[in-house]
């Protein structure tokens, strides 16, 4: 089970940060991942992390803006999110990976089997 918190409404150029607390999954087990989808949009990849939290892997259009990072001790992953544009306005979900030690498709939604409810961004102009 995922379940995030943090998400809410901030004026382009804010910050947010997002957190998403796993059970019955282990962010040093499974590659964790966000995703995020806006009205009308495909869900797209926003940032990964792999489970040994040595290999990060950003969206293009977050890369510089937005960071990961995850608290093993609170089996928690998080998301660092600066400089927020309007675009960046969108559902924002957590997900872990099906299997152990993978990150093949770790920018797909194949990989992620556990998904969390989301929460709302909103960033306005």
């Known amino acids: 089970q995922l379940e995030e918190s943090g998400g809410g409404s901030v004026q382009a150029g804010g910050s947010l940060k997002l957190s998403c607390a796993a059970s019955?999954?282990?962010?040093?087990?499974?590659?964790m991942g966000w995703f995020r989808q806006a009205p009308g949009k495909e869900r797209e990849f926003v940032a990964a992390?792999?489970?040994?939290?040595?290999?990060?892997y950003y969206a293009d259009s977050v890369t510089g803006r937005f960071a990961l990072s995850k608290d093993i001790i609170k089996n928690t992953l998080y998301l660092e999110m600066n400089g927020l544009k309007p675009e960046d306005t969108a559902v924002y979900y957590c997900?872990?990976?099906?299997?152990?030690?993978?990150?093949?498709?770790?920018?797909?939604?194949?990989?992620?089997?556990?998904w969390g409810q989301g929460t709302q961004v909103t960033v306005s102009s």
């Open positions: 992390i792999s489970w040994t939290g040595r290999d990060t």
């Open positions: 997900a872990a990976a099906g299997n152990f030690y993978t990150t093949v498709g770790v920018r797909t939604t194949l990989l992620y089997t556990t």
């Open positions: 019955g999954v282990f962010v040093t087990t499974h590659t």
